[in-house]
């Protein structure tokens, strides 16, 4: 069975510090891999995702996301973060081929001037 | 864009009160699902469609219904309300064609007293 750990609840972090939300996952089968942003009250939107090719994925807005297929891993990094980054985000897994996407628990990103 | 939308932002219901949630996608996707979502237990699907008329358990099905009578719609239906299903419910859709990405409404917060 598959499974997505999110090795931080909370990620408090100064404005224009750089930051990196972890993301393990678990499979027997090969994967897609997603991490999507949540704002106050709204829902989950697509940040980046992996399907196949380069490892190094980016986002439009600065974050990006490296699948490491060794260490099983999906880290989340921006090099300067700023205010409007304070959200909650979500590492996903889903199977290729597949119905189901397993979320992970959800890092809280809480930005401080 | 693909549009996901949830026919209540916010609702207020009584125990033992017969409950729908209406969810429309735009995009003919195939697929659709209902996750809830509750502080520190992430996502969790409760039921999801792959196809009209067509639906599967997800995690936590106990209490819950599903309705898939239109491509487009896909209603999910608490038979008896009651308190620990207060929660946030997001709807989502996928295409079996766009690498298993997942796009989901702005959710439902939804309180039984």
């Known amino acids: 069975a598959q499974s997505v750990t999110q090795l931080d609840s909370q990620v408090p972090v100064f404005e224009e510090a750089p930051v990196e939300l972890r993301c393990n996952y678990s499979?027997?089968?090969?994967?897609?891999l997603f991490w999507y942003v949540q704002y106050p009250n709204q829902g989950l939107q697509l940040l980046l995702k992996?399907?196949?090719?380069?490892?190094l994925v980016e986002s439009i807005n600065g974050f990006e996301a490296e699948f490491n297929k060794s260490q099983t891993s999906f880290h989340l990094r921006k090099p300067s973060v700023h205010i409007s980054d304070t959200a909650e985000y979500f590492c996903a897994v889903g199977l290729t081929g597949g119905f189901k996407t397993i979320f992970g628990a959800g890092t809280r990103l809480f930005v401080k001037a | 864009d693909v549009k996901v939308t949830q026919s209540s932002r916010y609702l207020v219901k009584r125990t033992g009160e017969k409950v729908f949630l209406e969810c429309v996608q735009d995009m003919d996707h195939e697929n659709m699902f209902w996750y809830r979502q509750d502080p520190g237990l992430g996502l969790r699907l409760i039921y999801f469609?792959?196809?009209?008329?067509?639906?599967e358990k997800g995690d936590i099905p106990e209490g819950y219904s599903v309705s898939r009578e239109k491509k487009e719609r896909f209603s999910l239906i608490l038979e008896s309300a009651s308190t620990n299903q207060t929660s946030m419910y997001l709807c989502a859709s996928r295409s079996t064609v766009s690498g298993n990405t997942i796009y989901f409404g702005e959710g439902s917060w939804l309180t039984v007293v």
């Open positions: 469609s792959y196809d009209v008329k067509m639906k």
């Open positions: 499979s027997s089968v090969s994967v897609y």
């Open positions: 992996y399907l196949s090719g380069s490892t």
